[in-house]
């Protein structure tokens, strides 16, 4: 079969990292793709779904003039699409409002495909804003039928790729937003490589890269064949271009032997558009696609904490950050992640030792610092502490001391932290973790006090998980030892311990994946072995400290079970 004869389609896989709202400079990564993509020689360029408004959009949706100014840009590419099939996503209106694929053929608009699954849970709110598509079309080009989904409608075993392959399509399309979580990925491949398989036909799955407020969106995307075999896999948290030569393939046999294609309904209404006699094939390919490795679990993790703090500091065009160092591992890990983001030259270390911190505390902040390259300050707090404790010792009289005391000190660190972002236009970054978060092992005003929340949604036994892996694929290690052994302490008052107030580490962060993450009751916790005290106490905490997360700042999304968009508690309730 030569290449004139359709053999092999070239597809261009345009992994970007747009901005929403910046709908001109989401045009130009979207230019820039159909340019490169031409260049390569290819055929058919496919970039993720909103990659014009940005994902997600969430209530600019309900301004007119915005979406007037997508649909009019998205008409101005399509305009410019000569020499491609490209398929980009964007919003529109009609009746409704519809989260769309815009399809683009040699300078026309040929259709518009509209997401049929609105995905309403977890940390997405489509069905807020979108109306469902009502059909699903099947492009006919050349031999190739060409069939489109948008992100959440490939996750449906049933979903329009399914009527699309039933009406004879041998390419499905599936253009996505779809946002990080630990372990997401692979089951993500798994899941789209079964629906290549069921469906008998290629199929190329183009993802968004970077983050949005707290969401983190890890690219990946991939093309398969239609066995479901792996053939193109685009780099984890980086924006990428790349192309995938698909043979044509006959899979009419395998279909007519498949009893699964002789059965049920096809509910979904199929219109079928000839868009002419197809493109002129590129020859065999020389080379394979590249495919890119995935991310083991901590590396994966690590660059997706980096990937969200560079652009939160980036897209919302601040400058340089401000971390207090305590000596510990969440302010060690932190600065770390903030200098890999950044660069060493944008990260500042803020030192506030009082009467109570131990010399080891200041001197492995020191070392921290040194290791990774970033200036550091020291403004001592007992002097302040003192003042403090004298205006208010007349109305403390002669109680002794308390939660009050160690509070005073956090807050006093919180508003030193403040001053010097008022004064220097430093974003101050806080370092709790989830573990604290959790249990409301933080303070309201003190070290919760912050622009941005990096380990938000890290749990305590992953700090230092990800503190391990880092040490061991960076040189010099940016964690000293000392910081990874010693007990985690606030120091707050003398001999003070994380333990003293929590469950132990090892123990609180499994029944916090049991509480939190999943949803399992006390009971179903202790009689999987968990210690009944410990699981009454840390839920209790749980429970008790949702007013106070709703007040931390932002902070960046990568479990599936993130505080705020994903769990949504009532800080007022009663269990009945």
Known sequence: MSASDGAWLRVALVQVNPTVGDVAGNAALVREGMRKARAAG???????????????PEDLLFRPAFIDRVERVAAELAAESQGLLAVFGFVYSREALYNGAAVALDGRWVTTVAKQYLPNYGVFDEARYFSRGQETTVLEWGRWRIGISICEDIWYPDGPHLAQARAGANLLINISASPYAR????????????????????????????????????????????????????????????????????MRHRRWVDPRWRQGVL???????????GPAAAGPPTDPAPVHPAP??????????????????????????????????????????????????????????????????????????????IDWLEIPIAPIFDAFLSALGPVFQDLPWDLTEENLQARIRG????????????????????????????????????????????????????????????????????????????ELRPGQKDEDSLPPYAILDQVLQGYVEEDLTPDALI??????????????????NEYKRRQAPVGIKVTPRAFGRDRRMPITHRDS
Not at 42 to 56: D, K, S, T
Not at 214 to 227: H, I, K, N, T
Not at 347 to 363: C, D, F, K, N, Q
Not at 530 to 544: G, K, M, S, Y
Request: a negative charge; proline letters at 7%.
């Open 296 to 373: 083991d679990e901590a590396e994966e993790l690590f660059l997706a904490l980096v990937s969200g703090v560079r652009d939160y500091i980036g897209k919302n065009r601040f400058g340089d950050v401000v971390v207090g160092l305590s000596g510990g591992i969440d302010s060690a890990l932190t600065a770390a992640i903030a200098k890999e983001a950044l660069g060493p030259e944008r990260v500042h270390g803020v030192l506030m030792p009082s009467a109570i911190t131990s010399e080891e505390s200041r001197r492995d902040a020191i070392e921290v610092c040194r290791r990774l390259g």
């Open 183 to 250: 372990g997401k990925g692979a089951q993500r491949e798994r899941m789209i490589a079964t629906r290549a398989d069921d469906a008998s036909a290629h199929l190329v799955w183009v993802n968004l890269v970077g983050a949005q407020d707290e969401l983190v969106f890890d690219g990946r995307s991939a093309a398969f064949d239609p066995q479901g075999r792996l053939l193109a896999r685009a780099p984890s948290f980086a924006e990428a271009f790349l192309t995938v030569d698909l043979p044509y393939a006959q």
């Open 267 to 277: 509910a979904l209404p199929v219109h079928c558009l000839p868009l002419g006699p």
């Open 42 to 56: 290819a055929q058919v360029a496919v970039f993720p779904e909103l990659v014009l408004p940005g994902y997600p």
């Open 415 to 490: 508003t030193l932290l403040m001053a010097l972002s008022n004064k220097f236009g430093w974003l101050v970054l806080t370092t709790g973790n989830k573990s604290e978060m959790a249990t409301g092992y933080s303070t309201l005003y003190g070290d919760m006090a912050g622009g941005f929340a990096v380990l938000k949604d890290v749990l305590k036994t992953d700090v230092f998980r990800l503190a391990r892996w880092l040490n061991q694929h960076r040189d010099p290690p940016p964690i000293p030892e000392a910081i990874l052994v010693k007990p985690p302490s606030a």
């Open 527 to 544: 009689a999987a072995g968990l210690p009944a005290e410990h699981v009454e106490r840390a839920v209790t905490l749980v429970d008790r």
